[in-house]
């Protein structure tokens, strides 16, 4: 059972325009939440991130909102430029078995059209 | 320059071989991680480790094993029992129990013939 969900596994958005990405979670013990930007074959950079206790998050042209009620998270990306190009992944941490771990999204591949 | 190494970035290998794959951190941090991403699917957690000489299985544990020997690295053993190991392998970081992001390393792209 999934228990971060992506489920647009790919959006077009043209450049100067706003992007949004979204994220579902299903538990409610996540306590911390995560934005990650990758490129094809490198690793992950992290980009922005969230508390549960807070409602949004902003650092530069990156903003992520979080609606604990409705277990939903999105990210913005305003204006969008045509290196922000990449698969982002959301990422859930939550506490079990004596550590924190992060559960990941299937990610959403942004194209962002010149 | 502070970071995460792993080599190779591309590794071909025959069926039924054991092929181990290198990670190494300069970050002094305690958490290390290795992750399996396949086409279209997330990150899928092996295995990790919060300390030296301690480790645990994550939800695809099954046909790997791994060492923690020392702090900086946690090299990952693909061997002949995994049935799928063609995959894209990416090793991550973390300051023990922090709130903050894990590192991850540029990955190793591993596919066995």
């Known amino acids: 059972d999934q228990q971060v969900k992506q489920n647009s596994p790919s959006l077009s958005v043209q450049e100067g325009r706003i992007s949004i990405l979204n994220c579902d979670y299903t538990?409610?013990?996540?306590?911390?939440f995560l934005w990650y930007k990758k490129y094809p074959a490198e690793g992950p950079t992290f980009l922005i991130s969230?508390?549960?206790?807070?409602d949004k998050n902003e650092d530069g042209r990156f903003t992520v909102f979080l609606n604990k009620s409705a277990k939903h998270l999105s990210l913005h990306i305003v204006p969008s430029q045509p290196g922000d190009s990449a698969v982002y992944f959301c990422?859930?941490?939550?506490?079990?078995?004596?550590?924190?771990?992060?559960?990941f999204g299937k990610g959403t591949k942004l194209s962002v059209i010149p | 320059d502070g970071g995460i190494t792993q080599s190779p970035k591309y590794l071909f290998r025959k069926e039924g071989q054991n092929v181990t794959l290198s990670c190494e951190q300069n970050?002094?941090?305690?958490?290390m991680y290795w992750y399996r991403q396949d086409p279209g699917q997330g990150l899928r957690l092996i295995y990790y480790?919060?300390?030296?000489?301690?480790?645990q299985k994550g939800d695809i544990a099954e046909g790997y094993s791994v060492s923690r020997e020392k702090k900086e690295s946690f090299p990952l053993t693909v061997t002949s029992a995994q049935k799928n190991p063609t995959a894209f392998y990416l090793c991550?970081?973390?300051?023990?129990?922090?709130?903050?992001?894990?590192?991850f390393g540029p990955g190793t792209r591993l596919t066995v013939l």
């Open positions: 991550a970081s973390s300051i023990r129990d922090s709130t903050d992001e894990q590192f």
């Open positions: 538990n409610s013990m996540f306590d911390y």
């Open positions: 969230i508390s549960s206790i807070k």
């Open positions: 990422a859930a941490r939550g506490y079990g078995a004596g550590s924190y771990q992060l559960t």
């Open positions: 970050l002094n941090h305690d958490a």
């Open positions: 480790s919060q300390i030296v000489n301690d480790f």
